[in-house]
């Protein structure tokens, strides 16, 4: 099945900064992508999903894009709730995880 | 809004059966995919299948030979049956509601999407002796 790698592991961000999270499939032939937010204790919170459809409620300062292997989650302008582990998904594949934490 | 409820025992022992049950409540259970996602300690979730609210199903490859997965539509419920157990099993198993199009499941492509929107909180479930 597709494997999915995020880059980086772990990402240091000051409040206003603007950040990016890259996703990458294993295979040529990939999915549209989803992307979540989990906070400590907390089931993962759905951000986007089809690779750019910002979820309902989610802030505009978040979006995707990408297609075929590769993707990017954006926070324009990190805010202090966005502190937090993001992960993509496709189909039944999550990547393994960023955390974003503060510097 | 639609809210989900896990339940089930929080303790198995090792080469039993793990079964869960979760329990939707301000929404319809149809035309839903009706996802089963379980979390490590310290690892990323892992889909461990869906069924939809007809009964049809499929489950992610590595778990194949060991779920089942049921729904109840008069009890607005969904149920997961994990067999023979071990304690690489023992994780945080959480329910949701899942959407999935595209092409069909069968020829899924670059078109085909699968998401989840709505999550409950959680179950923890331990295999020990």
């Known amino acids: 099945d597709v494997q999915m790698t995020q880059s980086p592991s772990t990402l240091s961000a000051s409040v206003g900064d603007r950040v990016t999270i890259t996703c990458r499939a294993s295979?040529?032939?990939?999915?549209?992508l989803a992307w979540y937010q989990q906070k400590p204790g907390q089931a993962p919170k759905l951000l986007i999903y089809k690779a750019s459809t910002l979820e309902s409620g989610v802030p505009s300062r978040f979006s995707g894009s990408g297609s075929g292997t590769e993707f990017t989650l954006t926070i324009s302008s990190l805010q202090p709730d966005d502190f937090a582990t993001y992960y993509c998904?496709?189909?039944?594949?999550f990547g393994q995880g960023t955390k974003v934490e503060m510097k | 809004q639609v809210q989900l409820q896990e339940s089930g025992p929080g303790l198995v022992k090792p080469s039993e059966t793990l079964s869960l049950t979760c329990t939707i409540s301000g929404g319809s259970i149809r035309n839903y995919y009706w996802t089963w996602i379980r979390q490590l300690p310290g690892k990323a979730p892992e889909c461990m299948g869906y069924?939809?609210?007809?009964?049809?199903?499929n489950y992610n490859p590595s778990l194949k030979s060991r779920v089942t997965m049921s729904v109840d539509t008069s009890k607005n419920q969904f149920s997961l049956k994990l067999r023979s157990v071990t304690a690489a099993d023992t994780a945080l198993y959480y329910c949701?509601?899942?959407?999935?199009?595209?092409?069909?499941?069968?020829?899924?492509?670059?078109?085909?999407?699968?998401?989840?929107?709505?999550w409950g909180k959680g179950t923890t479930v331990t295999v020990s002796s």
């Open positions: 998904q496709q189909l039944w594949t």
């Open positions: 295979q040529s032939t990939s999915y549209r």
């Open positions: 069924i939809y609210y007809s009964g049809t199903t």
């Open positions: 949701a509601r899942g959407y999935y199009g595209g092409e069909t499941w069968a020829h899924r492509g670059p078109y085909s999407y699968f998401y989840m929107d709505v």
